[in-house]
């Protein structure tokens, strides 16, 4: 199985900060790299997939880049909506595995 | 986006096992495939297997390959996952998405079961 690391597991940020998260993937999965974001008692929300599409109607806040076995999320200007978990995942191949998750934290 | 429909919250005894179900309401599934994926209280996410209704073909991860099926019933526009089983370790939310190539684009609302003697 593909072993998906996210770094850092929480932060603290403020209103207005940029942040950004990591996601290594334990083997190269060229750009099959997804992002959600999920709220609590929520069903996740796709944000980012193929490493770096935005998902209909997500801010553009939100950015993703990366290939191989090293992305990245970056939220630009922190709003207080964006307080949440993010978690990556990989779609390259079965099983589909998730990294353990950023818990973005208002400071 | 498509709204998934999923079924009520589950109790379920240890060793017995549970059917959650996943509607696409007014729709077919199409040629996507519909996964489930579960969150432990407090816990991340773990994908568990997936569906291609249109050609029933199945996928599942091994963890679960003993005790996992996913049917769909094409007549309904229904996705049935059961597992059996059960331990309190699958104490859990079951969410099932509508996938395009690999990717959750759709989540149900989720279905709390909770295994407890």
């Known amino acids: 199985d593909i072993q998906m690391t996210q770094s850092p597991s929480s932060l603290s940020a403020s209103i207005g900060d940029r942040v950004t998260i990591t996601c290594r993937a334990s083997?190269?999965?060229?750009?099959?790299l997804n992002w959600f974001q999920q709220k609590p008692g929520k069903a996740p929300k796709l944000l980012i997939y193929?490493?770096?599409t935005l998902a209909s109607g997500v801010s553009s806040r939100f950015s993703g880049g990366g290939s191989g076995t090293d992305f990245t999320l970056t939220i630009n200007s922190l709003q207080a909506e964006d307080f949440a978990t993010y978690f990556c995942?990989?779609?390259?191949?079965?099983?589909?595995?998730f990294g353990g998750g950023t818990r973005v934290e208002i400071k | 986006q498509v709204q998934l429909v999923q079924s009520g919250p589950e109790v379920k005894k240890p060793g017995s096992s549970v059917k959650v179900s996943c509607e696409a309401p007014?729709?077919?599934?199409?040629?996507?495939?519909i996964s489930w994926v579960r969150q432990a209280p407090g816990q991340g996410l773990e994908w568990m297997g997936r569906?291609?209704?249109?050609?029933?073909?199945?996928t599942y991860a091994q963890k679960f390959q003993a005790r996992i099926v996913i049917t769909a019933d094409k007549s309904t526009n229904t996705v049935h996952l059961n597992l059996s089983s059960l331990t309190s370790d699958d104490t859990a939310v079951y969410f099932c998405?509508?996938?395009?190539?690999?990717?959750?684009?759709?989540w149900g609302q989720g279905t709390l079961v909770t295994v407890s003697s």
């Open positions: 998405t509508r996938d395009t190539e690999a990717v959750h684009r759709d």
């Open positions: 007014g729709g077919t599934f199409g040629t996507h495939a």
């Open positions: 569906v291609i209704p249109i050609v029933d073909v199945t």
């Open positions: 083997q190269t999965i060229n750009k099959f």
């Open positions: 193929f490493a770096s």
């Open positions: 995942q990989q779609s390259y191949s079965p099983p589909l595995t």
